[in-house]
């Protein structure tokens, strides 16, 4: 299955989906520009309010820098995608990683293609995280199974008006064996505080998506090798009932 078709596909599962995808797909422009988040990375997607107030970033395809994805052995093309598969997984997977993950969908605006994310509210560095525990270890989980290359900390915010941990930027995400690993915060964490020993609710969720007999759909939405390697890891999770280790894609 190529690209295109991958597109395709992925555009198609948010064609009915939930009202903040429709919203996102469907609602028209009233402003576009730079973001400031006080936290800037290596990119800075620009910020677009939508006509109903609603705040997203889009992530254009041709803003990805080349070597960066290199670096990561990524597509900048995938890795793109990779922003809206993260968040189809985490839908059909429940919450709280549901809640955790911003709604985003491929879109067009000016022309230029792209992953319209929604915002996630909140800051970094924020000590009432330790507020959130059960989120945090929820992170860990969610970046083990998904092979997350680089979870560093800035790639979360915190809302303490709702207290609730969310988890930005899937880009360097379905890794495969041996691809570089730079960070996984939360995974790290977990296996330091907690060790790797598996939730039922995580153990319930793997079962589920190995059950699926697609991935949850996600077949049609990855490249054959890094839906592979999301089975095999989640297989690997089931069987021995421990989170992975850091890299261990």
């Not at 998506?209 to 095999?232: F, I, Q, V, Y």
Request: aromatic share 6%; with cysteine; glycine share 8%.
């Amino acid at each position: 299955m190529d690209i295109d078709e991958r597109i395709a596909n992925l555009v198609s599962a948010t064609a009915h989906g939930t009202p903040i995808e429709q919203e996102l797909m469907r609602s028209g422009i009233i402003a576009m520009g730079v973001a400031i988040t006080g936290s800037a990375g290596t990119s800075a997607p620009p910020l677009v309010v939508l006509d109903t107030r609603r705040r997203a970033f889009f992530k254009r395809f041709c803003d990805q820098k080349p070597n960066l994805c290199r670096q990561y052995k990524q597509d900048r093309i995938e890795a793109v995608l990779n922003e809206v598969t993260a968040w189809r997984l985490a839908f059909a997977t429940g919450d709280p990683w549901r809640q955790m993950l911003p709604t985003a969908v491929l879109r067009k605006i000016e022309n230029l293609g792209g992953a319209l994310i929604n915002e996630k509210p909140g800051r970094v560095n924020d000590p009432a995280l330790a507020n959130v525990i059960g989120q945090v270890m929820a992170a860990g989980f969610w970046d083990g199974l998904i092979g997350n290359q680089d979870r560093n900390m800035r790639n979360y915010r915190y809302d303490a008006d709702s207290n609730s941990l969310g988890l930005i930027d899937h880009a360097f995400a379905f890794a495969r064996p041996g691809d570089p690993f730079n960070a996984s915060a939360f995974l790290a964490g977990r296996r330091l505080q907690a060790g790797a020993t598996l939730a039922e609710r995580e153990l319930e969720a793997l079962e589920a998506l190995l059950d699926s007999g697609d991935l949850h759909g996600l077949r049609d939405c990855l490249p054959t090798d890094r839906a592979d390697a999301l089975e095999d890891r989640a297989r690997r999770m089931m069987n021995t009932r421990l989170l992975p280790g850091l890299g261990a894609f």
